[in-house]
């Protein structure tokens, strides 16, 4: 069995720039071995549809995946403005698919992206398969479950939700040089050994539950009866207030950040599911990453950031107990972009934290307006606030 | 050889196990309510149900349009394989 290599890095400067280091480190450190896969998170300065063309140029028989960030990271450290990538090599086999029109139907978004996909491959008893989409469209939960439906219960799925360095406008993803908005983009590895994904989150409610009493798919117009953003403004002002802001005086373009710091939260046993608001609508309403039914119950939820960077090693664990024990490769990371709102500089903290958990192992990934994990018997597989590991053994 | 006589009674699905493969993604509160609805337009007042009692409560709410809808449908094929 070939032995499992990763290779990662980060770069700065336009896209052109950008793909000339991320591919000369890669080369250099994969020496002559060919990846599997390739996977590249990108900033707005380097845009998909300038960079992918390049990376998928220097890695013709590779899969290549790509997603625009809200921030980006490897194992020494964290950026913005900046691109990322991750090589893997070994003894994979991996087949993928795009979809485009999440907005107007997940399931034949789906459906496109599975197109020809198969279920099995002799010799390689282990699937997981990686989504990563365009949050935008509002359909976020939607097309992870129909993912994980149309694809058998026994996968196993990690992902994200691109980001557009907090501007809420437009995220792409990519397969190849193809790019796009409202898609998705699916890829399965079939795999010798299971991969393991981890997931966390380190929020906790901070309002009463409240009831939404308006909604029309991923847009929350009331709350109790009352215009969304002013129950949400309302029941976080004594939090903001510590933090020495007041969200009603923010410019438009903060007030994404500010939504993302407090996110919705539905109780789901004992635990807490977060919802991630990510954009006013009008003067009054919330637009979300997924559909948000009238009748839940959410509470408004918010972390500390010792809280975050506990959960981000915990993820890490968790990865690591799904592989057996074994030593790892390295590591795929989707981490909310409200983490790194809430650690500020500290956030290299919860890196190193995730990074010394996996054994000090290659890791790339980025900051995310959502992540995915679903194992076999879960119910769900969309998340915010979390960090997400896919971890690779070797 | 004789062969013994045993008659096989699946186990029922109480309204609270069936809001619980809806709570991951709807919430407790938001999937209590969709079964409660559901199974009072299907006419089902027992609990637990039996298992297709259950499943056409899943499809009935498999009706609605958005998530919950495609919730329903994945807890559907989740409850087939039990």
């Known amino acids: 069995m070939l032995e499992t290599r990763v290779a990662t890095a980060m770069a700065d400067g336009d896209a052109a720039q950008a793909a000339d280091k991320l591919i000369a480190k890669v080369r250099a450190d994969l020496a002559d071995a060919v990846p599997a896969l390739v996977m590249v998170f990108a900033s707005t300065k380097q845009p998909l549809a300038a960079l992918m063309p390049i990376v998928s140029a220097a890695f013709p028989t590779s899969t290549v995946l790509g997603a625009s960030t809200a921030g980006e990271f490897i194992e020494t450290g964290d950026a913005k403005g900046s691109a990322a990538i991750f090589a893997l ?55 992870t479950l ?20 907090l501007a809420l406008k437009c995220t792409h993803v990519s397969l190849g040089n193809q790019v796009v908005t409202d898609g998705l983009v699916i890829a399965t590895l079939f795999s010798k050994q299971p991969l393991g994904v981890g997931v966390c989150h380190g929020h906790e409610p901070l309002s009463v539950p409240l009831t939404v009493t308006r909604a029309e798919g991923s847009v929350v117009h009331e709350i109790d009866g009352r215009p969304a953003w002013q129950v949400w403004v309302e029941h976080t ?29 539905l109780a789901q046993g004992e635990a807490i599911k977060i919802r991630a608001p990510l954009f006013r609508v009008g003067d009054h309403s919330i637009g979300f990453a997924c559909g948000i039914p009238e009748g839940s119950v959410i509470r408004i939820t ?54 010394a958990e996996l054994g000090r192992v290659p890791l ?29 053994p070797k | ?27 407790n509160e938001k999937a209590s309510d969709v079964v409660q609805k559901a199974a009072s337009k299907l006419g089902i007042r027992r609990d637990p149900l039996d298992k ?31």
């Open chain 1, 89 to 143: 090599c070994g003894d994979y086999r991996i087949f993928s698919g795009l979809g485009t029109g999440l907005k107007a139907s997940a399931e034949q978004a789906v459906q496109t992206a599975l197109e020809g996909m198969p279920t099995q491959v002799v010799g390689f008893p282990h699937r997981t398969a990686i989504l990563l989409l365009d949050p935008l469209a509002g359909s976020s939960e939607e097309a």
């Open chain 1, 146 to 165: 129909m993912t994980a439906g149309l694809m058998g219960f026994d996968l196993r799925l990690a992902g994200a939700a691109a980001g557009d360095d």
């Open chain 1, 237 to 265: 002002h004594e939090a903001t207030r510590k933090l020495g802001f007041d969200p009603v005086q923010l410019p438009a373009a903060e007030v994404g950040g500010y939504l993302l710091r407090f996110e919705a939260g």
């Open chain 1, 302 to 355: 918010e972390s500390e950031p010792a809280r975050q960077i506990d959960s981000a090693r915990e993820a890490a664990r968790r990865a690591l107990a799904q592989v057996g024990g074994i030593p790892l490769a390295g590591a795929v990371v989707f981490d909310c972009i409200c983490r790194n709102l809430i650690l500020k500089d500290e956030f290299k903290t919860a890196i190193a934290g995730i990074h």
């Open chain 1, 364 to 392: 790339a990934g980025f900051e995310t307006y959502g992540e995915i994990a679903l194992d076999a018997g879960d119910l769900s597989g969309f998340h915010n606030t979390t960090t997400v590991v896919l971890a690779f």
């Open chain 2, 1 to 27: 050889m004789e062969q013994a006589n045993i008659q096989m009674t699946e186990p029922g699905v109480s309204r609270a196990d069936l809001a619980k493969l809806l709570a991951q993604a709807l919430g």
């Open chain 2, 52 to 82: 297709g009692q259950a499943l056409s409560v899943l499809e009935q709410i498999a009706q609605t349009p958005g998530l919950v809808g495609i919730t329903a449908r994945f807890a559907k094929s989740r409850l087939h394989l039990r």
